[in-house]
């Protein structure tokens, strides 16, 4: 494998890991306050949905992004209310909620553009183009890091870049401020959260609608800016992957990112199967490349890289006492 | 929160969690610019309007039996399976090896010997998940997610590369024999005075009416579902009691993912005659719904099942014949799990007023005959 074709694939990476990335902060937010959310993925597929939608109406990929958080933020708001309000099953919600999403996405596509569900094909300012960085070309005469620059960095879309800033913002919310020591607090024991005065309800609320925008950003990006339009289902499971990458991560945001570019760049090499022949000398199958990020899911779930404890009162309801 | 008579917790909170899923589904459809009085006519109809419509009916009716009934042995043991729609295509696998590897001359030997090659693969699937989640710890939920896509995975790759005749382009099995076809309803004597046209509803459903009564025997009338019942209701307490947590996730996962493997007897050697991509058409997904619907109890489930025959072949109807997608279908199942597994709370308490009164009275004529109860 030369230099260039690595050069490919990270950036590459860094386009597939995008979505995986907002989508495990997301989750990163509510499992931290204590919510199990299995709807990532159903709260991304609607603002996958919503933004190629909008964006289409109306040329413009920020109003197609706020379409996409408002989406993903009535979901949340669905998975609250059952989840937190009516203290109801946290995975079947989630699980309910994915197959809402699947069915209403394609009713929705279809009723507006009578395309078999899909939304137009997405071009010019209605989706988010790339972007080059300053003096990506000077940069990239730089031998060793230089090329990495101007190839994996610059020339990404703006999305890109809020979601590698949402990496420190969230690490300095969670450890830095009162709140993220709170919300910290309400997934690990909510009584003592309870006992100081604070609304447990509130914060866990709070919490999910972060998520909501967070899975909103990962929705319109994949149909935005890493493909041209909506078409049905296609998130394809990766709000799980991102749970796995959580998990992975340990609920930890640095971590998160890492974990998050190691499923991107799985799904970089499925989607190039002559790099993996020309390194390893021998052919995988197109199957095995599409199933290896949901097996590797399933090795690091089973803890063979490392154990993994979450909040401690993740998926319990919280009942005050009376 | 006032307790509810069980007949209502059992009847009344499903039956309200329906008809609140239909309602919105109603509104739905007027919102993109359907009929909803046209698309229940268009259903019922297509469904239940004629033996044909009953015989599509009865062949969903049948997977959703045996999927449903995978879902309810995995939450009495506290356990979520959603791989079963995984488990379904691997135990479609492995009828698609039993009936191709013989030259089966009767369906009455072909049909044990495939059901054994289902359950097995089925219960497989189902297996390594439970493996991972009793000795790993692993998130039962999320691993057999995992598993679904894997086995998709998977069963395109055999297709493709391996099962497929030379020279067909389709990825798929060739043809089993014509010895390993079950006969449909409308081969059987006395029923074919109603199906009088070909039905892809087989003797299976038979089979998966017979896997309700074998579960209830199970659950309620066998040690195993004693310890799985325990162990589901407080895991700590079952291994206070000496309950393996092993054995019984174990024990549980695999007779579950046997259950879900079965149902490709109905589809795969039932009806198409060859193992096809995707076999399973969701169905195992549906189980989830099914189960839910059917409060976990094998009656529940076959009522449940057949209320999703009706609107899985209604809805294939009314994506025909109306302007409506058939993807309503998924809304429709995304509402009834939700209202019926994690809205349940809100439906309660929808009701518990209507009952308050009668509790109270039960309590008084209680009090005025000595109150013994109070103690």
Redesign the interface.
Known sequence: MDYETLMQLLASTLRLGTPLLFACLAGLFSERAGIFD?GLEGKMLMAAMASAAVAALTGSAWLGLMAGIYAAFVMAILHG???IT????????G??????????T???A??MFQQG?RTPALSGTARFSAIRLPYAEQIGAIPGLGPFYERVLSGQSILVYIALACVPLTWWVLYRTRFGLRLRAVGENPESVDTAGISVVRLRYIALVITGVLCGLAGTYMATALQAGFG?EMTA?RG?IA??AL?FAKWRPWQALWATMLFGFLQALALRPDVIEGVLHLSI?V??L??LP??L??IV????VGKAIGPRAGGQPYVKER | MTKLPKWADMVLVPVISLVLAAAISAVVILLIGGDPVEAVKVMVDGALGSPYGWGYTLYYATSFIFTGLGVTVAYHAGQFNIGGEGQAQLGGLGVALVCLAFPWTHWWMALPAAMIGAALFGAAWAGIPAWLAAKRGSHIVITTIMFNYIAAALIVYLLVEVMRPTGQMDPATPRFGAGAALPGLHDLPGLNLIFTRKVPANVTFFIAILACVGVWLLLWRSRLGYEIRAFGQSDSAARYAGISSTKVIMASMLISGGLCGLMSINNVMGEAGRLLQNSSEGAGFIGIAVALMGRNHPLGVFLAALLFGFLYQGGAEMGLWTNIPIELRLLLQGLVILFTGALDNMVRMMIAPFFRGAARRNAQDRAAAGGVDGL
Do not use: E
């Open positions: 299995i209310i059952a989840s009516f203290r109801g099953n946290q995975l079947i919600s699980v309910a909620l994915n197959f809402i999403a699947s069915g209403a394609v009713l929705i279809q009723a569900g049905r499971g799980y749970l796995a998990i199958p199957p095995a599409d199933a949901y097996i899911t399933v779930l089973a803890g063979f």
